[in-house]
């Protein structure tokens, strides 16, 4: 097996850039796409919805979002150019076909978006990264209708802290942890749900990954 670089791995799943960057999301695709479409059905889209992606990677997975009912809305926002481009090329077909696909920039501190703007917003395996946790949950927040519902995606602690590329890059959480982020910075209800998956690793064998899937809502 050729040697991997696990410090350029980690910098690449935290910003993806390049040529490389966009290798890396498409194993991404692979290792996280069944975990991406559980947390997009969780998201119980209905009809018309607006829904935002943070951090979609190449944004592959948005036709599936589209798919979940008519007259679906998408939106991704990611701080990697890299991705922002790949995004815009992967869906370009679905947008020339009449669907509703944009993406922009996020300083990875706010959201580019007016209050109350969707009613999803999606993110998967991304809240390691995050510069500010307390601040990106209140803007979520707040571009989240009231009566919206917001799903956070995550690797369990206890699995992400025995991968090798795991370095101080990440910032690592239980799914308490996240409850209480999401309970102290305006959302009042919480639902959890956990299962064991299969997931290829980086250096090809399949590992068991505990995946949290954490659905928020607020009424006000």
Not at 62 to 76: C, D, F, N, Q
Not at 82 to 93: C, F, K, L, S, V
Not at 208 to 216: C, G, V
Request: with cysteine; aromatic share 8%; net charge negative.
């Amino acid at each position: 097996m050729d040697h991997i670089d696990f410090r350029a791995v980690s910098a690449q799943l935290a910003h993806p850039t390049g040529a490389e960057g966009i290798q890396v999301a498409q194993r991404m695709n692979q290792s996280n796409g069944a975990m991406t479409q559980k947390a997009i059905d969780l998201l119980k889209c209905e009809a018309n919805n607006h829904v935002l992606e943070i951090g979609p990677g190449n944004a592959q997975f948005a036709a599936y979002v589209l798919s979940r009912a008519p007259g679906v809305r998408y939106t991704g926002t990611d701080i990697s150019e890299t991705m922002i481009a790949e995004g815009q090329r992967i869906n370009r077909p679905l947008v020339e076909s009449g669907h509703q696909i944009d993406f922009h920039i996020t300083d990875g501190m706010t959201l580019p978006y007016r209050n109350a703007q969707f009613d999803r917003v999606l993110t998967v395996n991304t809240i390691y990264f995050w510069k500010d946790h307390p601040q990106i949950i209140r803007e979520i927040r707040r571009v989240l209708r009231p009566g919206g519902r917001c799903c956070i995606a995550l690797a369990s602690k206890s699995f992400m802290e025995n991968l090798p590329f795991t370095d101080e890059r990440f910032q690592l959480f239980t799914a308490e942890e996240v409850e209480d982020l999401l309970r102290n910075n305006g959302f009042d209800r919480t639902e959890t749900h956990t299962r064991m998956h299969e997931t290829p690793s980086a250096g090809g064998s399949i590992l068991m990954r505990e995946e949290i899937f954490i659905n928020a809502s607020s009424a006000s």
